[in-house]
């Protein structure tokens, strides 16, 4: 089925929006409540500061507001320069819309402009029920499973680094999770296998054990 070129615009837009999830390991909330400026993208220095999130919440704060990562997984990764790529372009051909909204990233409740860069096509800020919407359009017809969600971008994120042999470590650290336990619980069976020669702590001992049985010399009998 041919899609409409409103559905084309739509996945233009939001483009750069994919690249975080599967090129940064963004989880959806942290995309939508990207701004722009060196907060959170420090193109100079290649630098992706995951500081917030966009929630929506009509019992707190009205409805949308701005607040820390989920499980406290702030932190500055390396900015990919095709992610980057992306951006600029998002940047310079939609562009972002700004808005006044409370953040409680510091604890504290300020409101403040914010330079959103993902928005609906009438300029309005994104609901994670809105997103679906889109998500199940887009999965239909590029033939992803049901079971394939936003999220599942960060697990290919994740587990590309590690089939190309980054470091558990360093998984982690693009991950921005708490401890390295959290990453090897998640993606345990994506770590990279390898092989254990057969019977290598039985040859070493066999090895240990025929030396013990070898004949004394006169020299070690004094």
């Not at 994670?128 to 994120?157: I, M, N, V």
């Not at 959290?182 to 054990?209: F, M, S």
Request: with cysteine; glycine share 10%.
């Amino acid at each position: 089925m041919k899609r409409s070129t409103t559905d084309q615009n739509q996945r233009v837009e939001y483009r750069a929006a994919i690249w975080l999830g599967a090129g940064e390991g963004l989880r959806l909330g942290e995309v939508l409540g990207m701004e722009d400026g060196p907060r959170c993208a420090d193109f100079d220095r290649g630098e992706l500061h995951v500081v917030q999130q966009l929630r929506h919440s009509p019992e707190h704060f009205g409805g949308f507001y701005l607040s820390t990562p989920k499980s406290g997984s702030a932190g500055t990764v390396d900015l990919d320069a095709v992610v980057t790529e992306e951006l600029t372009a998002h940047i310079s051909d939609v562009g972002p819309v700004e808005f006044e909204l409370p953040d409680i990233t510091t604890g504290e409740r300020r409101t403040r402009p914010v330079a959103v860069l993902f928005t609906s096509s009438r300029g309005k800020l994104l609901t994670d029920t809105y997103w679906s919407e889109l998500w199940a359009d887009w999965r239909e017809a590029a033939g992803w499973p049901k079971e394939g969600t936003f999220h599942s971008l960060r697990h290919f994120f994740a587990t590309t680094l590690m089939s190309n042999g980054v470091e558990r470590q360093g998984v982690q650290k693009a991950l921005r999770h708490a401890n390295l336990r959290i990453t090897l619980e998640t993606y345990v069976h994506w770590l990279p296998k390898k092989d254990r020669p057969r019977g290598l702590v039985g040859n070493l001992l066999r090895q240990a054990d025929g030396k013990r049985r070898e004949p004394s010399t006169g020299q070690d009998r004094i």
